[in-house]
């Protein structure tokens, strides 16, 4: 017998309402989340709140260990919930996004980048860890490659849906082209990759490596590198703007 979930018309015309502006998936997901959660808190239907409710919810989270970015994420799926889907923004009059402290990123030289991508485990996080430092993808980017956003003609990555679900091109590299080719013709002996897949498949090749999988990847890197600064796939990011900057590279080419 099959059994399916039921959703209440309430978080119906809320998803209704996301899709009509295309939120992204992650962040669909996110404000769902985070009405449930309030729901869970309130012990009643969300749309019954008040004012005060909602400021108690925020007072709660804060007391709760909250983090600032993390308390500003359930609070915009609330605006969202409140503001859009209900039409009563009033109601998050008390309840403020917090203000997130500015720190500067933390910048690997070019030497431990090029300890930190010899140090990855295997051929394929060495390739994706490169081709994230030479063109300054995000990391979400770099797993969502296929084989054909490779264009070695023009010498370019098609970058698909972006941040922003914007389509644009990077920049490719002679040097990476060829550390691209290399992983090619390997990942096609070992049966890995299958034709006009993914660039960097997961352990079945009809999908892709995931973000966690290469965000594990490059923490395991920075420790077998002894590298002590706090090291993320968004350091590659930072590394690649910087040091094109301290290259004299037009700010505007970057």
């Known amino acids: 017998m099959e059994t399916t979930t039921r959703i209440s018309p309430l978080r119906q015309r809320m998803i209704e309402d996301m899709r009509m502006r295309k939120l992204g998936d992650r962040t669909q997901e996110g404000y769902v989340r985070a009405v449930r959660y309030f729901a869970k808190y309130l012990g009643r239907s969300p749309d019954t709140a008040t004012v005060e409710e909602l400021r108690n919810y925020q007072l709660y989270l804060v007391d709760h260990g909250t983090s600032p970015a993390w308390l500003n994420s359930p609070i915009s799926g609330l605006k969202f919930f409140f503001g859009v889907t209900l039409d009563r923004p009033e109601l998050m009059a008390k309840m403020q996004p917090v203000h997130l402290p500015r720190k500067l990123p933390v910048i690997l030289s070019p030497e431990e980048v090029g300890r930190l991508i010899a140090a990855a485990g295997n051929l394929k996080h060495q390739t994706a860890l490169a081709l994230a430092y030479a063109t300054g993808l995000r990391i979400s980017e770099v797993v969502s490659l296929k084989v054909t ?17 914007k389509d644009r091109y990077a920049l490719l590299s002679p040097l990476l082209l060829e550390r691209l ?16 897949g993914w660039l960097f498949p997961g352990l079945n090749p009809v999908q892709h490596l995931s973000a966690r ?3 594990r990847a490059v923490h395991a890197a920075a420790d077998e590198a002894g590298i002590e600064k ?25």
């Open 149 to 165: 956003d490779v264009d070695s003609q023009r010498m370019t990555l098609r970058v698909e849906q972006g941040k922003g679900q």
């Open 181 to 196: 080719r290399v992983w090619w013709r390997v990942a096609r002996a070992q049966g890995k990759m299958l034709d006009g």
């Open 213 to 215: 999988q290469l965000s």
């Open 230 to 254: 706090r090291v993320s796939m968004h350091s590659l990011r930072h590394a690649f703007a910087t040091h094109l900057l301290e290259q004299k590279v037009d700010i505007r080419l970057i």
